[in-house]
């Protein structure tokens, strides 16, 4: 039941960073809620590989490559998903810090009370 919670919250908010960010576009709630479910094959799949081969690059940077995984991870969400797309690399960068924003507050209300 929380896995389908955290997909329908993560479309909900693909849809509100889609119609304030110039370069992104989605074309259905059902578009929306694919996003939302390739995004998490992905980041299930092919973000630990990428993280893998570039560990160099991640100490390196001391973390912030990861972002640039982040954008990577969106642009691949956007060649899979045909009613979804984005502009550019940089585009997918910032819709990529500020869905992991949206994400973590509407993740917080789905936290339960670990005190009882």
């Known amino acids: 039941m929380k896995l389908i919670l955290r997909i329908l919250l993560t479309a909900i908010a693909v849809i509100i960073l889609a119609s304030f960010l110039p370069g992104v576009a989605i074309a259905s709630?059902?578009?929306?809620?694919?996003?939302?479910v390739v995004l998490g094959i992905l980041r299930v799949t092919v973000k630990p590989l990428l993280i893998f081969f570039t560990l160099p690059a991640t100490i390196v940077t001391l973390g912030l490559f990861l972002l640039v995984i982040n954008a990577?991870?969106?642009l691949l969400a956007d060649?899979?998903?045909s009613g979804f797309s984005v502009s550019g690399f940089w585009i997918a960068l910032l819709f990529s810090v500020l869905l992991s924003i949206?994400?973590?507050v509407l993740y917080s209300f789905l936290e339960e009370d670990k005190q009882k």
């Open 29 to 36: 709630y059902t578009s929306a809620i694919i996003v939302a």
């Open 72 to 74: 990577v991870i969106i």
């Open 79 to 81: 060649y899979f998903v």
């Open 102 to 104: 949206f994400q973590s």
